[in-house]
């Protein structure tokens, strides 16, 4: 069962209340959403969303003693306004990534550490997979997006190496060729985690899910309700921060290009409730090593 990072930190930090309204836009198997269905006690609701069918059937077993306050929805948190009302949400969580029900399923295709198809979807419906992307795409594509979502500092020389060994339909195949690369020296990191993080990324969509599921998150709040966000690497933290400075300034860009000469005052829209990022504290990193690199921020709209 993948092990929800930063509880303690979410509620505190959302001010989760005994009858409150309450979106986890990325459930999961439901970690964070049972302590919020617990701490918004005996009325809160609480609407779950999912892309991954296997996890949220794991979720609706594990908040099933919160019958009747939870609602579950198959879909990309990116589409939530499709479901809900506007301005009338006490808070939204989004905990990005991917989960160890993922990782830990070889047969998903997210992990290096097993032989699996490259597959790396987070819905199992979708048709683009990460074989598709390894086989497909051009000699530039893949060393942009191992340069850029991945930040890996070998990306030409991996992406070559790719184009020559295709086609490539197993994880370990890839691994293993990105360990070639390298040599067979690393440190702790294995070489392939960056490669595999950013054909993760494209495959889902998962910066632009993320641009449009702020926007769309932030729709959904009240006045003072708070916007909850859970990153695991700094592609993610950029657009948060970023979408954040747009809500707490006040003056608006033209053209949304930010000239001083051009700004018009306005209202701000929101606030920071953290100052800078909540991390994970040493005693959480023993217990769950893969919440390491986790990092919480939150804000409230005005």
């Keep these: ?13 959302m001010a989760v209340r005994p009858g409150g309204r309450y979106i986890d836009a990325t459930v999961g198997t439901g970690g964070h959403a049972a302590a ?15 892309r991954d069918p296997e996890a949220l059937a794991l979720a609706e077993e594990r908040l099933r003693p919160f019958a009747g306050r939870y609602v579950l929805w198959r879909g990309n948190y990116a589409d939530l306004l499709e479901r809900v009302e ?38 199992p419906g979708q048709g683009l997979t990460a074989a598709d992307l390894v086989n497909g795409a051009s000699e530039e594509e893949l060393a942009r997006w191992f340069a850029e979502l991945g930040g890996e500092p ?29 040599g067979g020296r690393h440190g702790s990191r294995h ?13 889902n969509d998962e910066l632009g899910s993320l641009r449009r599921g702020l926007a769309a ?37 033209p053209g949304g290009v930010d000239v001083p000469e051009l700004r018009r005052p306005r209202s701000p829209e929101g606030r920071w409730v953290t100052s800078g990022a909540v991390q994970v504290g040493e005693e959480e990193q023993r217990r769950n090593p893969r919440s390491r690199s986790a990092q919480l921020r939150v804000l409230e709209k005005l």
Excluded: N
């Excluded at 830990?104 to 790396?120: I, K, N, T, V």
């Excluded at 070489?191 to 495959?203: D, K």
């Design 1 to 13: 069962m993948h092990q929800p990072v930063l509880v303690a930190e979410v509620l505190s930090w």
């Design 36 to 50: 919020i269905l617990e701490a918004s006690a005996p009325d809160g609701r609480l609407l779950g969303m999912d």
């Design 86 to 123: 506007e301005g009338v949400w006490d808070g939204v969580l989004l905990d990005l990534g991917v989960s160890s029900l993922q990782l830990d399923r070889p047969e998903r295709g997210f992990s290096f550490q097993a032989d699996g198809p490259l597959d790396m979807r987070m819905d």
């Design 154 to 182: 070998r990306a030409r020389a991996i992406a070559r190496a790719v184009v020559r060994a295709r086609p490539l339909r197993r994880t370990v195949e890839l691994a293993e060729l990105v360990s070639r690369v390298y």
């Design 191 to 203: 070489p392939a985690t960056r490669v595999f993080q950013a054909l993760r990324m494209v495959v």
């Design 217 to 253: 998150a932030w729709r959904a709040l009240r006045s003072g309700g708070r916007l909850a966000v859970i990153t695991f690497h700094s592609g993610e933290a950029r657009e948060v921060k970023a979408f954040g400075r747009e809500k707490v300034r006040p003056y608006e860009c």
